[in-house]
């Protein structure tokens, strides 16, 4: 099993891009799986917004209560990117998953500040471990595929980076 690590923001169309071309392209690669590494593109306290941080630790609580992340996915860029929606809002996002999660316990759980440290070591694996300097980027077997800015990345490059 080949693992590809996948880095991504919810707040980012190119990312949304990319995850759809992915979902595409996996069936041809059933011998991927993938590690989601959620980061934000733009951390606080940058102006620049909005921030998905919420969404980011929203994952992690998908991710603990064994919920599909494909459709959390799904769910967090439609409410961030088409809706564009306050994902700032702890019951906004929570609103967002309610077809997959508790709403409720979701919410308390942003409010909280649940899942803040895991949203701080992802940034920090992302940006200080990984190399990763703009989203979605790819690592497999030690190579490495990485957005351009204001472009993301194409099928083709994909594609090729998934067959190996």
């Not at 690590?5 to 169309?13: G, N, Q, R, V």
């Not at 994952?59 to 919920?67: E, L, N, S, T």
């Not at 998953?97 to 649940?114: C, F, K, M, S, Y």
């Not at 099928?155 to 998934?162: K, N, P, S, T, V």
Request: proline residues 5%; hydrophobic residues 40%.
């Amino acid at each position: 099993m080949r693992h590809l690590e996948l880095f991504f923001d919810y707040a980012c169309p190119y990312c949304l891009r990319a995850h759809e071309l992915l979902l595409e392209l996996l069936p041809l690669h059933s011998d991927i799986e993938i590690d989601w590494r959620p980061c934000e593109s733009h951390p606080r306290p940058d102006s620049y917004g909005p921030h998905s941080d919420l969404c980011i630790r929203g994952m992690y609580f998908a991710r603990a209560h064994g919920a599909d992340l494909l459709e959390y996915h799904r769910l967090m860029y439609r409410a961030a990117l088409i809706e564009r929606a306050d994902i700032e809002d702890p019951a906004v996002v929570a609103r967002a998953a309610a077809p997959l999660l508790d709403a409720g316990a979701l919410e308390q759980a942003l409010r909280g500040g649940r899942y803040e440290r895991e949203l701080q070591k992802a940034n920090a694996y992302a940006f200080d471990r990984s190399g990763v300097w703009a989203v979605p980027a790819y690592r497999m077997d030690g190579r490495r595929l990485d957005a351009r800015e204001n472009i993301g990345v194409t099928r083709g490059e994909l594609a090729a980076f998934l067959a190996g």
